[in-house]
């Protein structure tokens, strides 16, 4: 079946620390691949996405590149701010018919000033 | 805010109960999904609904039902609780169907079975 690994936490980091997460998949076919971020006491808020192959999905200074031949979707930001403080998760949707999101276990990042 | 509106945001119950949650999807999503997460198991997949009807199923219990109403209000219930059911409950919703579609997700109900 589906699967995310997701590289096991808790990271704490400096501020303006560079961040990456890592995040492999396995899957049949050609999944879309996703990251989600959790805030404190709130439900998940879709951070970015990448649909095929050799995308790069961008926001708020976060991007990640879906690598087909290494089936991993990597989390990476050039300089983290304290705001950036709480729990990630990489999830991947797998095709037509069962369009559910398989997450990874989550990492908590801890950014301190 | 993401649109979604999940109630009750705690609920705290004794074994051997029976709960309903409830999700109020964005307006004009057609798609709900429900979603457990516990420390122990992560976020994992319950059911999905779409206009009406059951899409699919994940690791949802038998004693797990949900369904969605003509006004596209979706309940999740749960009976003959156990303490390992406690958890933080998540429903998202979606415009559409299909892999690229992107959800999203209520704050979550958070369920404590004492």
């Known amino acids: 079946g589906n699967s995310v690994t997701q590289m096991e936490g808790p990271v704490t980091l400096s501020e303006e620390a560079f961040l990456t997460i890592n995040c492999t998949y396995t899957?049949?076919?050609?999944?879309?691949l996703f990251w989600y971020v959790q805030y404190p006491g709130e439900g998940l808020q879709l951070l970015l996405k990448a649909t095929k192959a050799d995308d790069k999905g961008s926001n708020k200074g976060f991007e990640a590149t879906y690598r087909k031949e290494t089936t991993s979707f990597h989390l990476e930001k050039g300089s983290v701010q304290v705001s950036d403080s709480a729990v990630y998760f990489c999830a991947l949707s797998a095709r037509f018919g069962n369009e559910k999101l398989t997450f990874g276990t989550g990492t908590r990042l801890t950014i301190i000033p | 805010d993401s649109g979604v509106t999940q109630t009750p945001k705690h609920l705290i119950t004794a074994t051997g109960q029976r709960v309903t949650l409830r999700c109020s999807p964005r307006s004009g999503d057609l798609s709900v999904y429900w979603y457990q997460q516990s420390l122990d198991q992560g976020l994992q997949f319950l059911i999905h609904y779409y206009n009406g009807e059951e899409r699919a199923k994940g690791n949802i219990l038998e004693r797990f039902s949900a369904q969605q109403f003509p006004d596209l209000h979706s309940e999740l219930n749960l009976s003959s609780l156990e303490l390992g059911d406690s958890a933080l409950y998540f429903c998202?919703?979606?415009?559409?169907?299909?892999?690229?579609?992107?959800?999203?997700f209520g704050q979550g109900t958070r369920l404590t079975v004492v």
């Open positions: 998202a919703s979606s415009v559409t169907t299909g892999p690229n579609t992107e959800a999203f």
């Open positions: 899957a049949t076919g050609y999944p879309s």
